[in-house]
T-cell receptor, first 113, second 111 residues
């Protein structure tokens, strides 16, 4: 059963702590993405990667870090430098080339207090 | 600056009452335009990709169309299960596979 998994579904952290969100895909997609969604705003791109061991900053990368050591995995770390980390985080993946629609995981809701 | 505007922000329809959602975009160059459906608390679900003006795609009660400056998602005889937020996202030439999302139209279909 192919798809994208994100864990956990809900995550609670204290301010000042780093936290890592997991994203795994078994679709054999080359590209992976992290978005943040806040109420009343569109999805905003945090980081993306089109190939293993390479990634690029999106529109709102400050306070976040990623790694892409395996094709299937693209973890996102929300650092203590992120000023407003509470949000719904979505991971997506796609092929690279002529057919590049992105498929999304179920999301992780992060609450920082 | 690339911009995407979806209207209306929210739409309430009775079952069977057809309507259209609008996605207007101002981008430097359009590579493709994507439509997604998102249910509350879940990830977006891919619906359609449109690549060129005049193109149309259909899926059940939904039909997406594309012009040079906007895209429409037509909903024919909607049912309550069509209630969701519908997102459009242009892909801009020269930006690899990045998508720029609009804020969405929240559709509610009542009996």
């Amino acid at each position: 059963d192919g798809g994208i998994t994100q864990s956990p579904k809900y995550l609670f952290r204290k301010e000042g702590q780093n936290v890592t969100l997991s994203c795994e895909q078994n679709l054999n997609h080359d590209a992976m993405y992290w978005y943040r969604q806040d109420p009343g705003q569109g999805l905003r791109l945090i980081y993306y990667s089109q190939i293993v061991n390479d990634f690029q900053k999106g529109d709102i990368a400050e306070g976040y870090s990623v790694s892409r050591e395996k094709k299937e995995s693209f973890p996102l770390t929300v650092t203590s430098a992120q000023k407003n980390p509470t949000a719904f985080y979505l991971c997506a993946s796609s092929m690279v080339g002529t057919s590049y629609e992105q498929y999304f995981g179920p999301g992780t809701r992060l609450t920082v207090t | 600056e690339d911009q995407v505007t979806q209207s209306p922000e929210a739409l309430r329809l009775q079952e069977g009452e057809s309507s259209s959602l609008n996605c207007s975009y101002t981008v430097s160059g359009l590579r493709g335009l994507f439509w997604y459906r998102q249910d509350p608390g879940k990830g977006p679900e891919f619906l359609f990709t449109l690549y060129s003006a005049g193109e149309e795609k259909e899926k059940e009660r939904l039909k997406a169309t594309l012009t040079k400056k906007e895209s429409f998602l037509h909903i024919t005889a909607p049912k309550p299960e069509d209630s969701a937020t519908y997102l459009c996202a242009p892909s801009i030439t020269g930006t690899a596979s990045k998508l720029t999302f609009g804020t969405g139209t929240r559709l509610q279909v009542t009996l």
